[in-house]
């Protein structure tokens, strides 16, 4: 499989492209966690992969969305975006995961990432606006990687999105990206109404056909105003889709992302680990981009955005709370010790419909990535080693016992599980 993977980067994308992600994103983005490493060893955290939600607006209107799509357009504008591109790589920071909204819809964003060569950008979108010129530029650039959403099938993508012929659209968005030869990833947010379709050999062999280079398997999460709770994966489909997963990277010569797992199978929060926090569209410092309360923002400028991140008392409190509670999803699991958290440290909704309090309050208790004993070990000698060294949970949950911090909901919920494996 190493030789097959190793053959389709060398012959089917462009070199230079190649080398950009080698360098800035393999290279570099290795030493920018070295040096959050570091950092945490001085108990300081600031993330070495920013995700930055650079506008709310977006064509579709998806089930389980949390930005405020339909509000009034706001941006994070050209000048800002360098300040915050420019001082996190005064840290060391060199690679940042690019939100929405629908980013191709922010009408300088390619223009500042082209100054930032140096850099690299992963795009969360759509697809939907990527022309062949658009895909053109970017190949030009070499320093983005297109992740393009596909939620289903044709009939699925349309309930899934709110629009029509969405499917199609999207197809013809990745296959500019191909046409054009760049370093293009496909993702799906696992759901009851997409799973059967797209958690399959089959899709990931007809990606590979296509020329995509990686793709990531998200779950979703019954987020925002229309969080259609009846989506959301069982205990046990989660675990099939992490058995998926460690099973498709020995097999097929594709990249599979996953943020949620060790080489040991072990579950972790990215925002606990300090290993990425999120800006939303008005610049609001957040935990994660479904967590919208803040207490910093990046147009403060009394502090550095560093100091911003490493002296914010909610974000800490934040990370220490989820970790002694859970290697998973705390607002999943435990959304009521979220409130609590928000509400001690006043935090502010974040959001402009300022309703998050009152979606946080109506979430259920679900099971997340952590399920003690179903652990899933990597297979795959090569992901075995990046985590050990460059993801994994840092020692973060090193102190703490989660064996008596599970609401009693979820202790069965998990254990249902555990009964019908044995
Ligand atoms: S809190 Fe949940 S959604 Fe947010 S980063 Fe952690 S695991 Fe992901």
Known sequence: MYLRMAKRLLLESDKRALWKLAWNMGWKGMLSVQKH???????????PFLYISVINSCNLRCQGCWVDVAAKQE?????????LINEAKEAGNVFFGIVGGEPFMHPELLDVLEEHPDCYFQIFTNGQFITDEKAKRLRKMGNVTPLISVEGNEIVSDERRGRADVYNKTMEGIQNCLNNKLFTGVCTSLCKTNIDD??????????????????WFH?????????????????GQQLKARQFVVDMRVKK???????????????LCPAVTG????????????????????????????KSLKDQFVESEFLKDFREMSA????????LERPDLLQKLIEKHGAVDSTV??????????????????????????????????????YNDFGVYRDYDHSQTAAPELVQLQTTVSSTKT
């Open 37 to 47: 490493k570091k950092r945490l060893k001085k108990g300081e955290v600031f993330p």
């Open 75 to 83: 941006t994070i504008s050209a000048e800002a975006l360098h300040r």
């Open 198 to 215: 797209l958690l399959k050999e089959e899709w990931i062999d007809r990606l590979i056909e296509m020329g995509v280079m990686y793709t």
């Open 219 to 235: 779950v979703y999460r019954p987020m925002g105003p229309d969080a259609s709770p009846e989506l959301c994966l069982t205990t």
């Open 253 to 267: 010569p594709i990249v599979i992302v996953d943020a949620y797992h060790d080489g040991k199978g072990q579950a």
């Open 275 to 302: 290993m990425s926090h999120h800006i939303n569209p008005w610049g609001d410092i957040e935990p994660c981009p479904v967590i919208q309360f803040s207490q910093e923002s990046i147009h403060n400028h009394e």
């Open 324 to 331: 002694s509670t859970t290697r998973g999803c705390i607002i």
């Open 353 to 390: 419909r300022k309703t998050a309090m009152k979606e946080l309050e109506a979430m259920e208790i679900r099971t997340s990535q952590y399920n003690p004993g179903n652990e899933i070990p990597e297979k795959n000698l090569l992901y075995r080693i990046a985590k050990k060294y460059w």
